[in-house]
C-alpha cells in the first residue's frame, strides 16, 4: 500500500484488489479530518471513526491469520494441523 503520487496529497493510499466477479479494482483509504473512508471498487463508500477504523484494522489482520498462501503454480500451502 503505497501513499498516491501527489505529494501534495499524503491522505489517501490506493490498494490493488479483486472484486467478488474476478475483476481487478482498486481500494481506496482516505483520511478526511477525524474520519477514514474506504471507496470500494463500485463506488460504495464506508466512513469510520478512528477508533472504528482501529478496530477493523485489528479484523483484518486476525483475518488474515487465516487465509492460505498460494503458490505460484497455484497449489496451496495448508499450515500445519494442531495436535
Known amino acids: 500500500m503505497w501513499p498516491t503520487e501527489d505529494p501534495t ?3 489517501r493510499w490506493r490498494i490493488p484488489c479483486t472484486t ?3 475483476e481487478q479494482g ?3 483509504v482516505l483520511v ?3 474520519r ?3 471507496v ?4 460504495d463508500t464506508l466512513v469510520f471513526t478512528a477508533d472504528e477504523a482501529v478496530d477493523v ?3 483484518l489482520e486476525n483475518a488474515a491469520g487465516y ?3 498460494v503458490q505460484a503454480d497455484g497449489r496451496t500451502e495448508r499450515p500445519p494441523t494442531p495436535t
Not at 40 to 43: D, F, K, S, V
Open 67 to 69: 487465509t492460505i498462501p
Open 36 to 38: 477514514i473512508a474506504l
Open 9 to 11: 496529497e499524503q491522505l
Open 26 to 28: 482498486t481500494v481506496t
Open 57 to 59: 484494522a485489528n479484523l
Open 32 to 34: 478526511m479530518g477525524d
Open 40 to 43: 470500494l471498487p463500485p463506488g
Open 20 to 22: 467478488p466477479h474476478g
